[in-house]
């Protein structure tokens, strides 16, 4: 079965780093595009970054540009997320996902359980 489980969260000051993983198992990772997502208390989600499967286009929400960079190993089946100069509205439940087939607007159908990254002072 398809598993997606997140790791690398945790507390970091403003203007600090982390680095997120997902590793996953189950299916061909490196057939499939994947995606961050995030979701903030009380606060719908938010599309954070999407990666193609070999890794050869990227996407970033507007919000994370030129802080946020995507990377993916598909030869270890894991998705990257390093996030850079962290800000406090960064502060979320950020989860990996499966896209389900193609590029570009297109639903996931696989969601890990989040990992939980806190930005404060």
């Known amino acids: 079965q398809v598993q997606l489980v997140e790791s690398g969260g945790g507390s970091a000051q403003p203007g600090g780093p982390l680095r997120l993983s997902c590793a996953a198992s189950?299916?061909?990772?490196?057939?499939?595009?994947m995606r961050w997502a995030r979701q903030a208390q009380g606060k719908g989600h938010e599309w954070v970054s999407g990666?193609?499967?070999?890794?050869?286009?990227?996407y970033y929400a507007d919000s994370v540009k030129g802080r946020f960079t995507i990377s993916r190993d598909n030869a270890k089946n894991t998705l990257y997320l390093q996030m850079n100069s962290l800000k406090p509205e960064d502060t979320a439940l950020y989860y990996c996902?499966?896209?389900?087939?193609?590029?570009?607007?297109?639903?996931?159908?696989?969601w890990g359980q989040g990992t939980q990254v806190t930005v404060s002072s």
């Open positions: 189950g299916f061909t990772f490196s057939s499939y595009a």
């Open positions: 996902a499966k896209v389900t087939t193609g590029w570009g607007p297109v639903g996931c159908d696989y």
């Open positions: 990666i193609y499967n070999d890794g050869s286009d990227t």
